[in-house]
């Protein structure tokens, strides 16, 4: 897939100082979107969209396909009618880091209650009827995984675990019967959990919307992996490695490398793709046609598994003893092809990257990605610095694993410093290194240059996402209120026209599914 010379902001949803203590789909996300257009960027790149499980980590979700609740703008469910705006008053406003049990104690309860307002009234009242035909519709359309992510949901709620490992037998295995009896006994509960993810789509779709309105893509993430305590692999535990007792017999993870010495055990169950391949990877189509039905351009995580993953065994504490597995590599991407056409896929072909991920890259023709901070590292890492990038490229100042560029600054040692002072001129103390830096990867020759958001801001380590194999703390930064000022945008906007960075990454006739 070959993309238009264009750049873009990264920056996860619920990092948006949106009101209710968590980033949402509503009005501050409309306004990122007119702050985008001003600055002249065509891209916007989120973390995965799905709901969180442990650590509230978007690569640790209870499923592939679902959108995550916590998402939803209850500013715009008031206006729909759902909810009257004196109940979802005394929340917190704009600003300051997610506190997660926070929102799950205030925010979710009436997310629930405007849920079930709508089923109250849906049908009978003239003024929700049009949504009601809406819902109707995407319960029809999404039903192949909807229904059964409801029930996932409604079960956790009911055992008060996402283990479902931990379930009675019946409903673990699955037993026709014991379904039939939750679907009686839990039926108004069900309805919710549909309404809530009609509601999600409802509002991302409006969201979407208006980006395309302004000329921006969304480039989203989908991760190789899917968590154990997912209504996926309780659905199709056929085709993950489970032993009899539907517990994992070897888990996903990496080898130690840059961010650990232990590796990373992420405890993903791995996929029998033996047994993927023999239903045609229709799974794998299902959630490559969702991911297209929410994104336009989709990052493809840990593309290095699709060509060989790090298998370690259950009972293993770390990554150190684990072993390298052959991936199904073009056989999966070749059927996806056939399915659903050509898909504007980017390869997270960051790590240790052998000969034969780098060939299955580009046998499947996608772009893959480059970043700035790890070029000053050692000689070996210059293919991250923009002297070595190739048209086929997404390059950036860092990722949302990556300390912000003024925080990795700050802690870089003698021997980086010499080298980004070489690179890009003599830079003072503390955060003048972030535009210099920002400016080398917009002037790169990468088709697409993607900038964090922290980064445009200029801020420290407190602004981190994510540090890898760290259990806690993470994915809770939110933006400051009143950051997109016109004269960021300016500034950005002006950068984009020097480098000739003003293109849709798509061009105008290619929609991809839109």
Request: charged residues 25%; hydrophobic residues 45%; contains cysteine.
């Amino acid at each position: 897939m070959e993309f238009q010379r264009s750049s873009g902001i990264l920056l996860h949803v619920t990092s948006l100082p949106s009101y209710g203590g968590i980033g949402d789909l509503g009005p501050a996300a409309h306004e990122f979107v007119k702050f985008l257009a001003d600055a002249k960027q065509h891209v916007w790149q989120v973390l995965p969209l799905c709901p969180t499980g442990y650590g509230n980590s978007p690569y640790a979700s209870s499923s592939a396909f679902a959108g995550n609740p916590y998402l939803i703008s209850l500013e715009l469910l008031s206006d729909w009618g759902w909810i009257g705006g004196d109940r979802i008053t005394g929340l917190a406003g704009g600003g300051g880091a997610v506190n997660f049990d926070a929102v799950e104690r205030r925010k979710l309860p009436l997310l629930h209650e405007a849920a079930a307002n709508f089923l109250d009234r849906g049908a009978r009242d003239a003024k929700l009827a049009e949504h009601w035909k809406a819902f109707e519709a995407f319960c029809a359309a999404e039903s192949n995984w909807l229904n059964d992510y409801a029930m996932y949901a409604v079960l956790r709620a009911k055992y008060n675990t996402g283990a479902w490992t931990e379930w009675p037998e019946a409903v673990r295995r699955r037993e026709p019967a014991a379904l039939e009896d939750v679907k009686r006994e839990q039926g108004r509960a069900l309805a919710v959990e549909q309404v809530l993810q009609f509601a999600f789509a409802l509002q991302w779709r409006h969201l979407r919307d208006a980006a395309a309105r302004h000329g921006i893509r969304i480039l989203g993430d989908v991760a190789i992996f899917v968590n154990m305590d997912s209504a996926d692999v309780w659905t199709h535990p056929e085709i993950f490695e489970l032993d009899g007792d539907l517990k994992p017999v070897r888990v996903a993870g990496v080898p130690p490398d840059y961010f650990s010495a232990t590796g990373q055990r992420w405890g993903n169950p791995l996929y029998r793709w033996d047994a993927l391949a023999a239903q045609g990877f229709d799974w794998w189509e299902h959630r490559m046609s969702r991911a297209r039905a929410i994104y336009d351009i989709i990052r493809l995580d840990h593309f290095r598994g699709f060509q060989a993953y790090w298998a370690i065994p259950a009972e293993e504490e770390t990554a150190v003893n684990g072993a390298w597995n052959e991936a199904p590599g073009m056989e999966l991407f070749e059927a996806l092809k056939r399915a659903l056409g050509p898909l504007a896929i980017v390869a997270e072909d960051l790590g240790l990257i052998t000969k034969e991920v780098e060939e299955l890259r580009m046998e499947a023709g996608f772009p893959g990605m480059r970043v700035i901070q790890f070029g000053f590292s050692d000689k070996g890492a210059h293919i991250h610095l923009p002297h070595r990038y190739t048209e086929d490229m997404v390059a950036y100042t860092g990722t949302h694993d990556n300390d912000t560029t003024r925080g990795w600054w700050e802690q870089a040692s003698k021997a980086e410093r010499k080298g980004i002072a070489a690179y890009v001129g003599q830079t003072p103390e503390g955060d003048g290194v972030v535009w210099p830096l920002i400016r080398a990867v917009e002037a790169s020759v990468a088709q697409l240059a993607i900038v964090p958001v922290q980064d445009l801001l200029e801020l420290g380590s407190e602004a981190r996402m994510n540090t890898p194999a760290v259990a806690a703390g993470n994915w809770s930064w939110r933006a400051p209120e009143g950051a997109w000022t016109a004269e960021l945008a300016a500034r950005l906007a002006a950068l984009v026209e020097v480098t000739d960075r003003e293109n849709d990454p798509l061009g105008v006739a290619e929609t991809f599914g839109r």
